[in-house]
């Protein structure tokens, strides 16, 4: 009786899962989908690389094709010739489209530019050009003035590449004159035709309108203010160098003012920020005392340098200003970050204020807290009315014709364009209402 029981014990103890005996069921239908799958990719692939193939042989034989119906032939009529209008460091080369290279068909892919010293000699290739090109400008510091060089032009084919014959020589050699720049030298010379016409005018003695400028029909009267109240005229010629032509402008005004404040017995300050600016300054104010026929009134100790560091210089000339209490306070020349500063010192010291500059930045602050202001070339107009020097005053009205001149070929460069183009017409339209 105990023998079945172990027996029975066993083969429960070694029974196999129902799922497993599932899946051993199902194993030869898997290897067998797997197997279908595999034997599909391989043909599909076989198919796909017979496409290609074929794909491959028939852009062969097309461009065999175009091949047989253009005949290859390399660029022709090449020609080298030198660069007008250069300093003599360029040539042109120009040649022919090989046959294929047109809009329809691009059998040629692209063009070889090779040059040499010599036409029996190694060329080497210079440039890599697309299709379509019939031009190439070889230019650079590795050509030489006076020496010979010859190019050849290479067309690319799918299967070959064709090289031209060889061009004639061409020498870079530079010209005294560029042709290019005739209407600018004719225009140079009738500006320069008119400033010297009017330069001989002036020193004739007729009188060349200047158009009136407040800030400069205002320094009489300033100075006139400070003779009556008895107190000094303060002159800031700027921080700029000698070489500025906003500085120099100064110089010509100051030279103005220390000649009225001569004939007028009045004191004039001139505080310098370069040691260079104040030695003209000196030179120019003691020339206008002289002028005047006051020369020992005048004092150089009134023209003294301060210091070149920016703010150091504007508070020397604050505490000029709050002690002296100018009447007048004139600011010409080059100015920075210091003008309003100075502007405003002056504003609270109550003195009438006279500034001007070409510095486009700094105008703003020199119009809210001065009483006049000479903007940009307004400077340069007033360093004229005020010398009444010929050579300046011919200068500036050569100047105004010049832009008068300027201004109506701009004017009729615009008409023209918009009458000779379709613009012309919508503009028209428009204007008619349309």
């Given at each position: 009786m105990a023998r079945p029981g172990w027996?029975?014990?066993?083969?429960?103890?070694?029974?196999v899962p129902a799922y497993l005996l599932r899946i051993l069921k199902a194993a030869p239908k898997i290897i067998k989908a797997a197997c279908f799958i595999f034997f599909i990719c391989i043909s599909v692939s076989a198919r796909q690389d017979t496409i290609n193939h074929s794909d491959s042989t028939l852009l062969l034989s097309e461009e065999r094709l175009l091949a047989e119906t253009f005949q290859q032939a390399p660029p022709a009529d090449i020609r080298a010739e030198d660069q007008p209008n250069d300093p003599g460091n360029a040539i042109i080369v120009n040649w022919n489209l090989a046959p294929g290279d047109n809009d329809k068909d691009s059998l040629v892919s692209g063009y070889l530019i090779y040059r040499s010293?010599?036409?029996?000699g190694d060329f080497e290739l210079v440039s890599t050009l697309p299709i379509g090109t019939t031009q190439f400008t070889d230019?650079?510091?590795h050509l030489v003035n006076g020496k010979r060089y010859f190019y050849k032009v290479a067309s690319v084919y799918p299967v070959d590449t064709l090289f031209s014959s060889v061009s004639g020589a061409a020498v870079p050699v530079p010209q005294f004159f560029n042709t290019r720049l005739i209407p600018i030298f004719l225009f140079m010379l009738?500006?320069?035709?008119t400033t010297v016409a009017f330069i001989i005018q002036a020193g004739k003695g007729?009188?060349?309108y200047v158009r009136p400028i407040a800030g400069i029909n205002a320094v009489d009267d300033a100075i006139g203010r400070a003779t009556e109240m008895g107190k000094p005229i303060l002159?800031?010629?700027g921080l700029g160098d000698a070489s500025r032509v906003a500085t120099i402008a100064a110089f010509t005004i100051l030279a103005r003012v220390a000649k009225k404040v001569a004939e007028y017995q009045t004191r004039i300050i001139v505080p310098n920020y370069d040691p260079v600016v104040m030695t003209i300054c000196q030179e120019v104010v003691k020339e206008a005392y002289s002028s005047a026929g006051r020369p020992d009134a005048f004092d150089p100790k009134d023209v003294y340098f301060v210091t070149q560091d920016q703010f150091p210089y504007t508070a020397a000339v604050n505490g000029t200003m709050l002690r002296e209490r100018p009447a007048t306070n004139f600011y010409m020349g080059m100015f920075y970050a210091e003008s309003l500063i100075l502007a405003e010192t002056g504003f609270v010291s109550g003195s009438i204020q006279i500034a001007g500059t070409d510095q486009l930045i700094q105008i703003p602050f020199f119009v809210v807290a001065c009483d006049y202001t000479l903007m940009g070339e307004e400077l340069y107009a007033a360093s004229a009315y005020l010398s009444q020097e010929p050579q300046q005053l011919g200068t500036l009205k050569a100047q105004d014709w010049g832009k008068v001149a300027a201004v109506a070929l701009m004017i009729a460069g615009v008409i023209v364009y918009l009458f000779s183009t379709g613009a012309g017409n919508s503009f028209m339209t428009w204007i008619m209402g349309g």
């Open positions: 027996q029975n014990k066993l083969k429960q103890s070694c029974r010293d010599s036409p029996d230019s650079g510091d009738l500006f320069s035709g007729r009188r060349l002159f800031v010629p």
